[in-house]
Structure formats: structure tokens, C-alpha cells
């Protein structure tokens, strides 16, 4: 019996191959690239759990790479302020008379470009910091018992006076 196209995709290569085309391709596209029919791929996929599980994992971390990308710059445009453009409606009145003489309104919407400034997050700035560069900004205490059971304190890049706040 003669070993089918799918063999190839199923080999720790073949598989490690899906996965890189998974986080960039369609399942059209990848069947193309695999040179089968889509009709054949979904076939493969019902068939082959490995081949599914593979794609479907590469899928989901591809996903959460774009999400934590996302999360990742807004946090940033937060902690350093940024400037908006936002469409805002405005109600425009237009009173006119008619051959009679009476006063007519007419009223419309306009939207128009207004700049929103959005200052910067000193919450965001501390988060940021504090996961970025932990050694220069996270706010430590150590804490050592000596034999005499008295806790020492060490308190890291804090200065005598903060040191001694803190042991208040």
C-alpha cells in the first residue's frame, strides 16, 4: 500500500512546518502550500489529530502573541500620554424664514475633528517600569533572621531616610 501526501505532514518536520505556517496562513492558503485541495486538508485535519492539534495550538499562540502585543503598546501609550483624533457630532441649527414670513429651524449633525489629550498614567509608568526593569524598580524588602531571632531588614536602592520609613 502506497504511503499517502499526508506522511510527509506528519513527521516531527512535517508538523513543526504546519506550525510555522499556521500562524500566518489561511487553511486555503496552507492547502495550496501543502498542494492538496482544501477539501483534502479539512479531510486530513478530521483524520489526523496531531496535524489538527498542531495547527490549532500554533493558531492560538500566534493569537496571543498579536493580543499581548496589543495590550502590550497601549500600556505603553498610556504611561507616556498620546493625543487623539476623535470625530464629535455638533448640532447645527439653520433658521430661515419662508414666502410667508415664518420662522423655520432646521437642524443638522456635523461631525467635527476634535484633538483629545490623554496625560500620562503614573500607575501605568510604575507597572511598566516595575515589570520591565524589576532589578532597577521593584520596591524590595529583604528580610533576614540572625541567630538571636531578631529580623534584619535590607531594604534595596532605598536611601537611609526611606529605610527608615518604611520600618515604622
Known amino acids: 500500500m502506497a504511503k499517502g501526501k499526508y506522511a510527509q505532514w506528519l513527521t ?8 510555522e505556517m499556521a500562524a500566518r496562513l489561511t487553511d486555503a492558503e496552507m492547502a495550496r502550500s501543502m498542494g492538496v485541495a482544501s477539501s483534502t486538508y479539512y479531510d486530513w485535519l478530521g483524520k489526523f489529530p496531531q496535524m489538527s492539534e498542531c495547527i490549532s495550538s500554533a493558531r492560538a499562540g500566534a493569537q496571543a502573541r498579536a493580543n499581548n502585543e496589543r495590550v502590550e503598546t ?3 501609550e498610556l504611561a507616556c500620554g498620546f493625543v487623539r483624533t476623535v470625530k464629535k457630532p455638533i448640532k447645527v441649527k439653520a433658521t430661515s424664514y419662508d414666502k410667508r414670513g415664518r420662522r423655520v429651524d432646521r437642524e443638522r449633525i456635523v ?6 489629550i490623554v496625560p500620562p498614567n503614573v500607575k501605568a509608568q510604575i507597572f511598566w517600569l516595575t515589570n520591565r526593569a524589576p532589578e532597577r524598580w521593584r520596591n524590595r ?3 533576614a533572621v540572625t ?3 531578631a529580623v534584619n531588614y535590607a531594604f534595596r536602592e ?3 531616610e526611606e529605610a527608615a520609613e518604611y520600618a515604622d
Not at 516531527?12 to 506550525?19: F, S
Request: proline fraction near 0%; charge should be negative; charged fraction near 40%.
Open 141 to 143: 524588602i529583604e528580610a
Open 12 to 19: 516531527e518536520e512535517g508538523l513543526e512546518r504546519l506550525a
Open 111 to 116: 461631525y467635527a475633528d476634535e484633538e483629545v
Open 74 to 76: 497601549s500600556l505603553f
Open 147 to 149: 541567630d538571636d531571632k
Open 158 to 160: 532605598a536611601t537611609a
